[in-house]
């Protein structure tokens, strides 16, 4: 689970991001991400539709492992960026753990979302 202060809290920046945002795509989901000078601290969310998965257990579940990959990515990623993944496969449910942390991170460097140093 992800820390408090690197999670969305309201609807109003998740829009933000979705209009404006840029994307880099995946086999597994789509990542929408923007630059937000006032923050801190890189936020996350991620969005599992009823489209893609019919059972709120295994929504969740989708949405526990991909924010799992992403916490151990997120030390590299800078500050100030607002990061939405919207799952676009189920077959996020049965993929191993390695290949999501690696999916995650070639989302992160795609977007060019990583510190320099790193």
């Not at 840029?22 to 009823?50: D, E, G, L, Q």
């Not at 969740?60 to 939405?84: C, F, G, H, M, T």
């Amino acid at each position: 689970m992800l820390s408090s202060r690197n999670r969305f809290h309201g609807h109003g920046s998740l829009r933000f991001v979705h209009a404006n945002g840029s994307i880099v795509r995946s086999r597994f989901f789509v990542c929408k991400y923007s630059t937000n000078p006032r923050r801190r601290t890189p936020r996350v969310a991620v969005v599992v539709s009823k489209k893609i998965v019919k059972s709120a257990v295994k929504r969740n579940r989708i949405r526990r492992r991909l924010y799992e990959a992403i916490r151990l990515e997120l030390p590299k990623v800078r500050e100030q960026s607002d990061i939405v993944f919207i799952v676009v496969s189920a077959e996020v449910l049965t993929a191993s753990s390695p290949d999501l942390v690696s999916a995650v991170g070639q989302a992160f460097n795609q977007a060019g979302l990583y510190n320099q140093a790193a």
